[in-house]
Structure formats: C-alpha cells, structure tokens
C-alpha cells in the first residue's frame, strides 16, 4: 500500500526543500526538531540526514543563482550594496529590466566590502553573459570599492549614483541634533531641482555655510557631490529620483534576506553564509514588487547613449510611480515639512 506521507519523507529532494524552506520561514533549526512529522524515524529518516539534504537544497538554490544567464535580459540599472552575517561581508547585485523587474544578479562573500569581493562579482557576471561595453546606471552607497570595481570592470564613463540617503545620513551624523533639520531641508531641495548644475551650486552653498563651524560635515557634502545629480545629469523626469536617487530598492528585499536568517546565530564557513542568503535571495524575489507601472508609464529609459545633455524623456515616464512604497529613512531622522 502506497503511503504518500511516507514516501514524500524519502524523497530527499522534496524533503531537502521543505526543510529549508521552512527555516528560511523563520523557524529555527532546534525548533524544526517539532515541526518533523512523527514517522520521520519510522519512515527511515533521519534528523542528521534531513540536515544533509537541507544543505543539498540550498546549495542547488546557490547554483541557481549563480548559473543565472543575462544574455537576453535587458538590463539598466544595477543596484550595489553590503549586508554583514557575522563576520562575513556579503555584496549583492540586483538589476532592473526596462519593464521594471528587479532580478536578483549575484551575491560574492568577502571579509570586507573590498575591491577585490567587488569585481570578483562583476567578472562573473560578465561571465554569465552581462554585457560590460554598454551603460549602465550603477546606484551604490559610496563605498571607494565599488566605484573602483565598477571603473575596472565596466570602464570610467559609467553613469554613477551616489545613495542620497546614506549621504543624508553621513551628514547628519556630523551635525548636531538641532541643526539637522535645516541641513536636511536645504540637501532635499538641492536633489528636486531638474537642473543638476543648479543642485551642484546648491550643495555646495550647503557646505560652505557647514564649513564654518562642523568642517566634518562640510567635507561629508562635498565628498562624490558630482555623483548626487547624476539622475539629474541624465536628465530623468523627478518621479524616478527617489527609486533611482537611493538604494532603497536593493535595501528593501534585502531586510527581507534579514529577516529570513536572523534565526542563525552562528555563520560558519563563508560557503554557509552564501548557501542562506541565496536561498533567502529567491524567496524575496520571488514577493518583490516591480520598480514601476510599465502598462500606464512605458518603459524605463536607457542609458546606453548617456551624455551630458541628453534628449529629454518622453512624458510618458514623467508619470512613473513605485508599485510599492519606499522605505522611510531612519528612526530619528527629521523629517521634511513645508513652512
């Protein structure tokens, strides 16, 4: 007599993705001890052999990710950034589409968020079939590494977007609490104006007032203040300033990869570190929401013909709009009102 109860307990690669996928649900691998169907040893079946299959799930999960091919995929915009486990330093990659899809590129682990962990990612993605003669928009936090890795592998003439919300944030940091909510007016005014000379003067006047009495937070500003208006450089319409001004589009699923490990407390081996978070990658991936409206906006803009002055966009992307909300900055930071 068939027993199904049974016979899925021995198919190992059933068994291998129900565990992992109930662990990445955020039920802790002590706990999952109650969750095993009783029979488990009856059936044959071993806690120590439902691990081993656990690890063959999510390595198969990590060969996915990595074997992904972007050949026929039309890529413009590539999101960069970090996320520690540990003491392992795990950069990502996840790039939008011209309809708006975000995919999941790549993952690379390093002790640090080094030059080398950097290109190492973009050389496999050129060796998973991403064109690096093309342009691209790169949106990243800032970080030396990535801007290095991005001009050896993609060459210097890419389009580059500095984070404005890591940038608020670093300035901020260097001012005291009740001077923050001028700084942060004037800042956010300089990044709605279309015209990136007049934001550059903006920003600039912002540092010269700074430098007088918190010259840390002058040379914050200043600090890759080129790379602040790259949107407006490219001549974007003021509606994809936010998701294409800061990296909240990658930091978003990226709370979600978070929030799916928090349960382990002990990375062992960078392999382990990789194995979860590409199984966490694909199950955010798979809930994220599309960048923009496609059906009522039209496409996103490429960036494969960027100059200094560009053709202005058809008005159908001036309309574009995030699917979902954006994240808000973080607790504490004043927020902007009108006077």
Aim: one cysteine or more; aromatic letters at 6%.
């Amino acid at each position: 007599m068939r027993v199904p109860a049974y016979e899925s307990l021995q198919d190992k690669e059933a068994t291998a993705q129900r565990m992992m996928g109930t662990l990445l649900g955020g039920v802790s691998t002590r706990e999952y001890a109650e969750v095993l169907p009783e029979m488990a040893e009856t059936a044959g079946v071993s806690r120590s052999s439902i691990s081993r299959q656990a690890i063959e799930g999510s390595l198969e999960r990590l060969r996915e990710v990595r074997e992904r091919r972007w050949e026929k995929t039309e890529l413009l915009v590539l999101y960069i950034d970090g996320q520690r486990f540990g003491s392992h330093h795990v950069i990502s990659a996840v790039g939008i589409d011209r309809a708006g899809i975000k995919h999941v590129l790549g993952i690379e682990v390093g002790a640090t968020e080094n030059a080398a962990a950097v290109k190492q990612l973009f050389t496999h993605l050129r060796d998973q079939g991403l064109p690096t003669n093309r342009k691209y928009l790169f949106v990243i936090d800032g970080a030396k590494a990535l801007r290095a890795a991005i001009e050896e592998v993609f060459g210097s003439d890419q389009p580059v977007q500095r984070c404005r919300n890591h940038k608020m944030r670093n300035v901020l940091d260097e001012l005291p609490k009740e001077e923050q909510p001028q700084a942060l007016n004037l800042m956010r005014a300089a990044w709605r104006v279309s015209d990136p000379a007049e934001g550059r003067k903006r920003l600039e006047q912002l540092a010269r007032f700074l430098e007088h009495e918190h010259e840390s937070a002058a040379r914050s500003l200043r600090e890759g203040m080129a790379e602040m208006v790259t949107v407006q450089r490219l001549q974007l319409p003021p509606s994809l300033f936010k998701c294409l001004g800061t990296t909240n589009v990658i930091e978003s699923p990226q709370s979600g990869v978070q929030k799916r490990t928090h349960n382990v407390t002990r990375w062992r081996t960078g392999e382990m570190v990789e194995r979860w978070v590409a199984s966490a990658w694909l199950l955010t991936e798979n809930t994220s929401a599309k960048l923009s409206d496609t059906v009522t906006s039209g496409p996103l803009p490429s960036f494969s013909e960027e100059n200094e002055n560009p053709t202005p966009p058809p008005r159908r992307w001036r309309n574009m709009k995030l699917s979902r909300p954006q994240p808000s900055t973080k607790p504490g930071t004043p927020s902007f009102k009108k006077r």
